[in-house]
């Protein structure tokens, strides 16, 4: 009897393994097939500007077909031309970021740990925000050449504000229990700063780390007007002058590419960097 009955008690055990598998895969195969419905306005969009292109309704000088732009993009990548700009344009933002990441930061910590410094900073932030790019352009000429430092600042400036904008708020929304508890605990300046303001301001942040990762790509294509002979703008701005639809689409094209890119590797971080928020955990 008791043989059998650990037989028969383990039997549904046995057999219940292929339901969870099968389960698991079902789950994987639905998942799978949701993500894959994003895809059909896309593809759709682009079957009918391919036909509507092949057909004449769509003239060549005012849209390439998406066959042609295809076409194009891989004669560039063979040439060369496409990797050389990308790598340009890489390079001026990743300057300009890096500059505008660290001032937007600091700052958000002198306009944010004090009401002094909020007086003293954040009036002069909101007025640069307002300020459009292409009248910025002169200036930046006047003052900095035509070299590539004022192609820099410029994206320096549009990464700042975001990153100022959100970190300002991460840390007046920090707990004030927990500024109270530094207290308790005799914390210094420099150690509230460390391990209470910047732990508790670090997903806003975040936010505003992407948002400026946005702005950085579309404020580069401001800054490369700047008598640029080299990057993505300038092969755009050349193209134009040759009403070559085709490469100014391609290019566009790498510019969205590059943007999800650097997003995803934000999402990336923000995930590992917000690990211990069950929010985060659950996606």
Not at 10 to 39: C, E, N, Q
Not at 94 to 107: D, T
Not at 131 to 140: A, S
Request: hydrophobic share 55%; net charge positive.
């Amino acid at each position: 009897m008791s043989v059998a009955g650990i037989e028969t008690g383990t039997a549904p055990h046995a057999g219940g393994a292929p339901a969870v598998r099968a389960a698991a895969v079902g789950a994987a195969v639905r998942s799978a097939g949701r993500r894959s419905y994003r895809w059909v306005s896309p593809v759709a969009v682009v079957l009918v500007w391919q036909a509507a292109s092949g057909s004449g309704l769509l003239p060549a000088r005012l849209l390439a077909a998406p066959s042609q732009i295809a076409a194009t993009a891989l004669d560039l990548v063979r040439s060369g031309t496409l990797p050389t700009a990308i790598a340009v344009s890489l390079e001026r933002v990743l300057l300009g970021f890096a500059a505008g990441a660290a001032a937007g930061i600091v700052l958000a910590l002198v306009a944010g740990l004090s009401r002094a410094g909020e007086n003293a900073v954040d009036p002069i932030m909101q007025m640069l925000r307002a300020l459009p790019f292409f009248g910025l352009i002169p200036l930046f000429i006047l003052w900095f050449g035509i070299g590539e430092t004022p192609k820099v600042l410029l994206v320096a400036l549009a990464v700042s504000f975001p990153l100022y904008l959100n970190t300002f708020s991460g840390i007046r929304g920090v707990d004030g229990k927990l500024a109270e508890l530094a207290r308790t605990l005799r914390l210094g300046r420099a150690a509230l700063v460390r391990h209470i303001v910047l732990p508790g301001a670090l997903p806003q942040t975040l936010v505003g780390l992407r948002q400026s990762l946005g702005v950085a790509w579309l404020a580069l294509i401001v800054a490369e007007q700047i008598n640029a002979d080299a990057g993505l703008g300038y092969m755009i701005n050349d193209a134009r002058e040759f009403l070559r639809t085709d490469v100014i689409v391609v290019g566009l094209l790498v510019y969205s590419a590059l943007g999800l890119l650097t997003d995803a590797l934000v999402r990336l971080l923000e995930r590992r960097a917000l690990g211990w928020r069950r929010e985060f955990l659950s996606r």
